[in-house]
């Protein structure tokens, strides 16, 4: 079955202690994505990565690392958390060929995330 | 910068009757756009899409969507409401440049009175 599977799906942790997310995706996806979902805010995308050991920043990066050593995984790194970075986290992937327009995201169900 | 905008936090709707939710975007040209269902304790599922065309565009679940350039937006509407509709709804619009540009609404959540 065509998944992205992220693990855990329940965090509780305190600040600073170093944490990973992890993601791992069985579609051979080139193009994978973390996002946060917060309240009032919808999802906001923290780092992307286009395929193996290409990354960039979304539009929330501060706090977060990302590294893309395989195409199957793209693990979400907070090297000391903080509090403000209890959330609701998303990984994506997506085929990026010529025909990839209608290739819809594909989310996991998501690692809810508490910071205390 | 391009934006998305849900003008709804909540609506309810009684189980049969009619729905539309409403999504207008900011974007220098048009791009292509989404609707996503977020079901509680799930990862968002894609409703349906416009990239160009025929612009009603029909998706899974009875949805439908109708693209309006004038107005800049994209609502989603669905003749009879079902009971497991209740969900979280997002409208998400993509530059042609790809994913990575794919920016999403803050969501509008469904309830279905009985």
């Known amino acids: 079955e065509a998944q992205v599977t992220q693990n855990p799906r329940y965090l509780i942790t305190v600040t600073g202690k170093k944490l990973t997310v992890t993601c791992s995706q069985n579609?051979?996806?080139?193009?994978m994505s973390w996002y946060r979902q917060d309240p009032g805010l919808g999802l906001r995308q923290i780092y992307y990565?286009?395929?193996?050991?290409?990354?960039d920043k979304g539009d929330v990066p501060e706090g977060y690392k990302v590294s893309r050593k395989e195409k199957r995984n793209f693990p979400l790194i907070l090297e000391s958390p903080s509090p403000n970075q209890t959330s609701l986290y998303f990984c994506?992937?997506?085929?990026?060929?010529?025909?990839?327009?209608?290739?819809?995201?594909?989310f996991g169900n998501g690692t809810r995330l508490t910071v205390t | 910068a391009q934006s998305v905008t849900q003008p709804d936090i909540h609506i309810t709707v009684s189980e049969g009757a009619s729905l539309e939710l409403r999504c207008n975007y900011s974007y220098g040209a048009t791009p292509y756009l989404f609707w996503y269902v977020q079901s509680p304790g799930q990862g968002l599922q894609l409703l349906l899409k416009?990239?160009?065309?025929?612009?009603l565009v029909q998706g899974i679940k009875g949805f439908e969507a109708e693209f309006k350039r004038s107005q800049s937006s994209f609502n989603l509407r669905k003749p009879s409401v079902h009971w497991s509709d209740a969900a979280e709804y997002f409208c998400?619009?993509?530059?042609?440049?790809?994913?990575?540009?794919?920016?999403f609404g803050t969501g509008t959540r469904l309830l279905v009175s009985p």
């Open positions: 416009y990239f160009s065309g025929d612009t």
């Open positions: 994506a992937s997506s085929q990026l060929r010529e025909s990839s327009y209608n290739s819809p995201l594909h």
């Open positions: 579609m051979n996806h080139e193009y």
């Open positions: 998400a619009v993509m530059p042609n440049t790809g994913f990575q540009k794919l920016v």
């Open positions: 990565s286009m395929n193996v050991e290409v990354t």
